[in-house]
Structure formats: C-alpha cells, structure tokens
C-alpha cells in the first residue's frame, strides 16, 4: 500500500458514509485551508450522466494541442487514486499526492468528512499552486451538491447526456436527474448541452433562463455532423472541419461536439487546428478500448478484446449502437456489474448483438453484482463465467471474434490491472 492509500484507508473512518451529497463539509475544509479553490486557472465544469470523462479527454486534449498547460479532475480511478488529477499535463505522483492529502488531514483534524472531499480539496490545493491555463472539472455525482460545485465562477460549464443512473441518490426519473445535474450553472456562465431526452432539455433550459445562464444546444446553438472522411462544426463564430474522434462510437461525435463548443464559449483562445489535433489525439481508458495485454494474448490469434466501462442504460444503449457496426464477426459479451445497477435496462439493447452473452464477476471488484442476479436480469440468455479467465476459456472455437468486456468502471480496473494496464 502506498503512502497516499495509507492515508486514504485512514480517513475512511472519518465518515460512515462513502457518497453524502452536501457542500458544507468542504467548504469549512476549504476555508481553513485558505480557499484554493479561488485561486485555480479558467475553469471547465463537466455534468452528465454519461460523456463526461470523454468530454474531459476531449478538452484536455484539444487545450493541451493549443500550447495550454491543463489541470483535470476526474473520478472514478481505474486502477491508480493518481489518475485523477491530472497537473498540467502529468499525472500527480506518489509522493506529491501523498503530502496533499497529509495535509488536507493535518488541517481537517479529524472533523467529519468524506474521502472523496479530501481529495477533492487536496486537488485544489494542488491546482492552486501549479501554474496551469485551464482547468478541467468532472462532477462525481450529480452536480447540485457535488463537492466540485464549490467552485463560484468557472469559464463555461458543459453536461452531458442525462439519462437514469443514482437513482437513489438523484432521484428516480429523468426530470430529476437533469435538475441535479443543472445545479452547477451560474448566472452570467455560459453551459453547453449536447443531444438530450426531451424532459431533460426541458428542465435544463428552465433552470438556465431561471439563473441567467446562456444556454448552447445542439443542433440550435452549434451543430457537429459527419462529413465525408469527418466532421463539420458550426457556430456562431464560424465553421471548423475535424477528423473522426479517437474514441470510438457515434456518442462521441457529441461529446467532441460538447468539448468544442464549451472552450469556443469560455473565452480561451484555441487556435482552429488545436480543435482537429485534439479530437484526433484523446485517450481515454476503458470507453471502447482494445486491450493488447496479457488477457488479449489469451485469445485466438485474430481475434480482438475490447473493454468499456459503460454501466446504466444510457452507456447500454451506446455501447450497442456502436456493437451493431461490429458485424462482421461474433461478439461475445462479458457483463460484470455493480450492485443496484438497473442491469436489465443496460443488457436490453446490446442482446440482440451477442453472440453469447457471459455474466463475470471478479474477486477484486467493488460492489459486484452476484452473477446469478445478472443472468436474471437477461431473462436467462447470460451463461456464468464466472470470471473473466473462466469466461474467456470457454469461448466457443471459431473463425475471428470480438471479445467486449463491460458493465461496471469498477470491473474494468480489474480488468485493466490483468491485462497489465498503467495509466499514464
């Protein structure tokens, strides 16, 4: 265990609950710590359901093509706590992290907080002190009450496709999730959206004409739309013409079209071919990547094993439309899930394009959903792995397939750590 998970395992006991919504125990943090959060570069504020990680990819590479140094925020980790701060272009190291965190605690002193507040305040710490241009800010849950929201004054905000996820927390229909989500605009700042459900829409738009923010739709406000070869966006300031996104699937034309249309609105100044660099260039891990590492040498010779951290029904959906493209050969399908995930919501639209369909569940992975609840959620198509080796071995012989291992962020860790993966 490394001095920095030391740290974190310890400040577990602080807090009986992992997830508590609320912005009063962080700001007190804050304040004691001298308000960093005040001192950060132009900021970035990403909500949605699903798309928010990629769109942050996309900013980060796009501002990091124009010359910016960029600070980024993400969450969940996959395999590492440092791969969610990203200092102005490297990940935060060991010993860096290390004395953020012993820090943060030393001035906390024991007071009731949670583990992702501390990091959340040690991040802005850190930002605060590492000259950077641009600051990327991924919401961890919801937006309202998301610790990331104790920023008062960001460059734009941008969220992402809302569908239902958190329910429990966020509320069980999607008018309620878009209200959560809508939370983090602030009158005067402009918020970009891309494709949304209708009720979405209608919420985000209402809270935005209720506080003040300019509201940038797609489709109303900016367009991005396949052309030849790539892409063709267009706003008021005029026309780009891009490449394809790196990251695969056609969800990620609009969180491309996301990216650009919030770093167009925020102020900064990106030159025009800093747009087409970025795009070409993101990299985000477990959102439709082939994997080449020890679990893809098990394979056939030919065959492809690619991993996706898609969870809830949006990333279902998603994962699917890209899945139909990919029928040029079998797609076997290893679900492996968290608990209170509405996993038949997300097996539904991808089924049709299974091959066979495996319910996986690995020692290491954090709230797994038992294998037997996931073949009951696909009305008994799914066969038990039980793991992703076990699953692996019994692949049915044939000409070249594709292997596609999704479900859970928490399961494509596991998946990442067996198939060698370091994020860098």
Not at 154 to 167: G, K, N, Q, V, Y
């Amino acid at each position: 265990m490394s001095r920095a998970e030391a740290i974190i395992e310890r400040l577990h006991g602080l807090y009986p609950k992992l997830i508590d919504l609320s912005l009063e125990r962080l700001e007190r943090l804050l304040a004691a710590l001298g308000n960093p959060e005040r001192r950060l570069p132009p900021i970035i504020h990403v909500a949605g359901t699903n798309g928010k990680g990629s769109t942050c990819a996309f900013l980060r590479a796009i501002g990091e093509a124009a010359g910016l140094r960029v600070h980024v925020y993400t969450s969940p980790h996959l395999v590492r706590f440092n791969e969610r701060i990203r200092l102005a272009g490297s990940l935060v190291s060991d010993e860096v992290l290390a004395d953020a965190l012993a820090e943060v605690e030393q001035v906390n002193a024991g007071q009731p907080i949670t583990v992702f507040e501390v990091l959340m305040a040690a991040s802005f710490v850190l930002f605060a002190r590492v000259p950077a241009d641009l600051c990327v800010l991924e919401v961890g849950l919801g937006g309202r009450a998301d610790a990331t929201n104790v920023i008062a004054a960001p460059a734009a905000c941008a969220i992402t496709s809302i569908s239902l996820d958190h329910r429990e927390m966020l509320g069980d229909t999607i008018a309620l999730i878009a209200r959560e989500k809508a939370g983090i605009m602030k009158p005067g700042v402009p918020v970009v959206t891309g494709t949304q459900p209708d009720e979405a829409f209608a919420v985000l738009r209402a809270h935005a004409a209720e506080i003040g923010a300019p509201l940038l739709h797609r489709d109303a406000d900016w367009q991005m739309a396949r052309r030849d070869t790539g892409l063709v966006y267009r706003d008021a300031g005029g026309t780009l013409t891009l490449p394809p996104p790196s990251l695969l699937g056609p969800h990620q034309i609009d969180n491309a079209g996301i990216a650009v249309a919030a770093l167009r609105a925020s102020g900064l100044r990106i030159p025009d071919g800093a747009y087409a660099r970025g795009l070409a260039t993101a990299t985000w891990p477990a959102r439709l990547q082939r994997l080449t590492g020890h679990l893809a040498h098990s394979l056939p010779a030919g065959w492809e094993l690619w991993l996706d951290g898609g969870h809830n029904p949006g990333g279902g959906q998603a994962l699917a439309e890209h899945a139909a493209s990919w029928s040029d050969r079998p797609l076997h399908v290893l679900v492996g899930m968290k608990q209170a995930k509405d996993s038949a919501e997300f097996l539904r639209p991808l089924i049709p394009h299974a091959t066979t369909l495996w319910a996986v569940s690995e020692p290491g992975q954090h709230l797994a959903l038992p294998v037997g609840a996931i073949i009951a959620a696909s009305d008994g198509i799914a066969r038990p792995g039980p793991t992703i080796a076990a699953a692996i071995a019994q692949l049915p012989p044939g000409p070249p397939a594709r292997v596609l291992i999704c479900g859970s962020l928490y399961l494509a860790g596991e998946v990442l750590k067996a198939d060698g993966w370091v994020g860098v």
